[in-house]
């Protein structure tokens, strides 16, 4: 019996307004849907929970919200994309809290599904302020998340809800939970964390612990920029964090007392403009031109990073080595999921690879159901790897 509760022990919710935790934040390209995993893993909790007769009301976060209310980042598409996946009716209220939430909530019959806007729409919901997880809580019975990416947030929707009222974890948080502890529970070694990506400040942190559990750590993407700046590569006009030099500093230093390989690219594909068709050259790391970004590991770093995968046990990816979504760029993330896949298709390496544009990367490359698992999360489930608690599964404990 997993230690926390799940939709086993929830009892009737016929008619009920169960508040249901998603993590809905896909990877979209001119407002369409670019790759739907994640919607796809949380539609059975929802047809689940709605074939029993409960009020399905989806929370979400879409992208990271600056400053209140951003047309860009409302759920309104994505609205449109569940009722396709789930092929069932899916309602939209533009807003989480207060009136507007309230009366799409009380027009609800047993068995509907509504989802509301964007909860990052309200500061509450990040600085998890108890009044906003009241508001939210106003709207529910019994509360249920199942986004498990997002776990590693102690938000409003995914931690002080569970305080207000009977809590459990879905479907899809079980399942990945269970699927990771029997994948990465106790890894065959050497273990290798393959860690891209863009978003560096949030992930550069758990960096520090995770080279105290692997092998090697393989460090591709914009991540690699500010390791390669920190220790005085010119990476010219590439994403990169200058202000966490001290800490990528750090986690070298970290990683050599624990003994794991920390490996930077040592040549990168290059371009003035990230946009398609736009020109690009390979050059040395050390070559890069002032008034150009690194949007992709080159060739040289692509062997590398396969040796190290063909050296490994374990293989545990998140965050593509490069701007996947844009000819050329995704060569090397391409490249090494292949890699990868052979690998375990022979039996020679367990896989383990996470993230929304992570999981995209690896459909475009064809090799998704080659991997041991594919999780929906990134962070979470390499903070999970780290052995952090993760609050969003914490508060669900028994
Ligand atoms: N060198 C790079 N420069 C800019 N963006 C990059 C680079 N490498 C990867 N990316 C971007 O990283 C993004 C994915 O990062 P992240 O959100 O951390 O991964 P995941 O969603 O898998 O956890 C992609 O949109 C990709 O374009
Ligand atoms: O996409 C997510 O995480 P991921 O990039 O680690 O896979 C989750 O939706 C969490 O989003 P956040 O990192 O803005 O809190």
């Known amino acids: 019996m997993p230690d926390f509760r799940t939709l086993d022990d929830i009892g009737d919710v016929t008619d009920k307004r169960v508040l249901l935790r998603v993590d809905l934040n896909v990877p979209m390209k001119d407002g369409a849907v670019t790759d739907a995993t994640r919607i796809e893993r949380v539609a059975p909790t929802i047809a689940e929970l709605s074939d029993k007769g409960a009020k399905v009301i989806l929370l979400a976060h879409f992208g990271r919200p600056k400053d209140g209310p951003d047309p860009a980042l409302s759920l309104a598409p994505i609205a449109a994309a569940t ?20 009366d799409a909530v009380a027009a609800m019959a047993g068995g509907d599904v509504l989802l509301l806007e964007n909860t990052r729409f309200h500061k509450g919901e990040e600085k998890n302020e108890p009044d906003f997880a009241k508001a939210l809580a106003a709207n529910g019975d019994i509360f249920v998340n199942d986004a498990f990416s997002a776990a590693h947030r102690a938000h409003a929707s995914t931690e002080g809800l569970a305080h207000l009222m ?13 699927a990771l502890e029997k994948g990465l529970g106790n890894p065959r070694r050497p273990v290798v964390a393959i860690v891209g990506g863009a978003k560096v400040s949030s992930k550069i942190d758990l960096l520090m612990n995770l080279v105290k559990k692997v092998d090697a750590l393989v460090i591709g993407g914009g991540m690699a920029n500010t390791f390669l700046a920190a220790r005085g590569t010119d990476v010219g006009k590439s994403l990169c964090e200058h202000d966490l030099a001290a800490t990528a500093k750090q986690i070298m230093i970290e990683a050599a007392t624990a003994g794991c390989a920390v490996i930077l690219p040592v040549d990168g594909v290059v371009a003035r403009a990230f946009k398609a068709g736009a020109a690009s050259e390979t050059v040395a790391i050390d070559a890069v031109p002032a008034d150009a970004m690194i949007l992709d590991v080159g060739p040289r770093t692509v062997e590398t990073v396969n040796a190290w995968i063909d050296r490994a046990a374990t293989v545990v990816w998140n965050g593509p080595l490069g701007a996947f979504e844009i000819e050329p760029f995704d060569a090397a993330t391409v490249a090494a999921a292949k890699f990868a896949a052979a690998q375990t298709r022979e039996g020679r390496l367990v896989s383990v690879a996470g993230g929304g544009d992570t999981v995209a990367a690896l459909h475009l490359a064809g090799v998704a159901d080659d991997f041991t698992y594919v999780s929906t999360a990134g962070g979470a489930f390499l903070e999970w790897m780290e052995g952090k608690p993760l609050p969003g599964v914490d508060v669900l404990k028994r």
């Not at 009977?166 to 269970?178: D, F, K, N, S, W």
């Open 83 to 102: 009722e396709a996946v789930l092929d069932r009716r899916v309602h939209f209220a533009a807003d989480c809290v207060g009136k507007v939430a309230t």
């Open 166 to 178: 009977p809590a459990y974890a879905g479907r899809t948080m079980q399942a990945e939970l269970e």
